[in-house]
C-alpha cells in the first residue's frame, strides 16, 4: 500500500526523532557520566526492500538489536549499528581504547543495554507525541551480515509491513563516532493507525 508522504508528515516524524534523541542522549551522558552530542537525526519513511542499501548492503557486517513492539501499535524495531559504531560506542561506555572489531560478552551486553535505552527513548517520545500506548519487548542481539539481520523481521512481517521508519541517529563522545540506525517496522494496519496519531493521514 502506497503512503503519500509530505512534507508535512516528515516534519512530524523529524519532530519524533529530535524528542527521542535528545532523550536518548540524556540517558546516555548519565549512564558514562559525560557529555554526549548528538546530531539532528534523518528521517525518512523507507520501502522495507530498500533498507539494505542504507546499511551498505546485505553482506556488510553488523550488530543488529531487536525488539517487539506491541500495545497500540504492532511491528518490530530494530536498532542497527556498523561493527565499527558498536565498537566505538563500547569503547565510550567503558572509557577504553580497543581497535578489536571482536565484541565480548560484556560488549554485547552494554550494546544490548544501549539499544533498549535509545528504543525507550523513541518509544516514549512516540506514546507522548500520539497518546498511543506502546511497549518493547526485551532486547535480542546479534551480529551477521545485513541481510541475515534484517531476515528477522522480514520472516515475521515481510508479508504486511511495507514500510519502515528510519531515523539516523549520530552522537560523539569526544574524537568516537558512532551512527546508529533505529528502524520501525509496524504492520499496515498500525502505520496507518500511528500516522492517523500523528494528525497526518
Do not use: R
Amino acid at each position: 500500500m502506497a503512503f503519500d508522504v509530505d512534507d508535512i508528515t516528515i516534519d512530524v516524524l523529524k519532530e519524533l526523532g529530535n524528542i527521542g534523541s535528545g532523550n536518548a542522549a540524556t540517558a546516555l551522558a548519565t549512564l558514562i557520566s559525560k557529555k554526549v552530542d548528538m546530531d539532528v537525526p534523518q528521517v525518512k519513511i523507507l520501502d522495507f526492500k530498500d533498507v539494505p542499501k542504507i546499511l551498505g548492503g546485505e553482506e556488510v557486517p553488523v550488530v543488529g538489536i531487536y525488539f517487539e513492539m506491541s500495545g497500540e501499535i504492532i511491528g518490530n524495531i530494530m536498532f542497527v549499528l556498523s561493527l565499527e559504531s558498536g565498537k566505538n560506542l563500547t569503547n565510550i561506555l567503558f572509557n577504553k581504547k580497543n581497535n578489536s572489531m571482536e565484541l565480548d560478552e560484556m560488549d554485547m551486553s552494554a550494546l544490548s543495554e544501549i539499544g533498549n535505552i535509545l528504543a525507550s527513548s523513541y518509544i516514549n517520545s512516540l506514546s507522548a507525541l500520539t497518546g498511543l500506548k506502546l511497549t518493547i519487548s526485551v532486547p535480542s542481539l546479534a551480529t551477521d551480515m545485513a541481510g541475515a539481520i534484517l531476515s528477522v523481521p522480514a520472516i515475521q512481517y515481510g508479508y504486511i509491513a511495507d514500510h519502515v521508519l528510519f531515523i539516523e541517529t549520530q552522537f560523539q563522545e569526544g574524537d568516537k563516532k558512532v551512527t546508529g540506525n533505529l528502524f520501525m517496522i509496524p504492520e499496515i494496519d498500525s502505520f496507518k493507525k500511528l500516522l492517523k496519531s500523528l494528525g497526518v493521514c
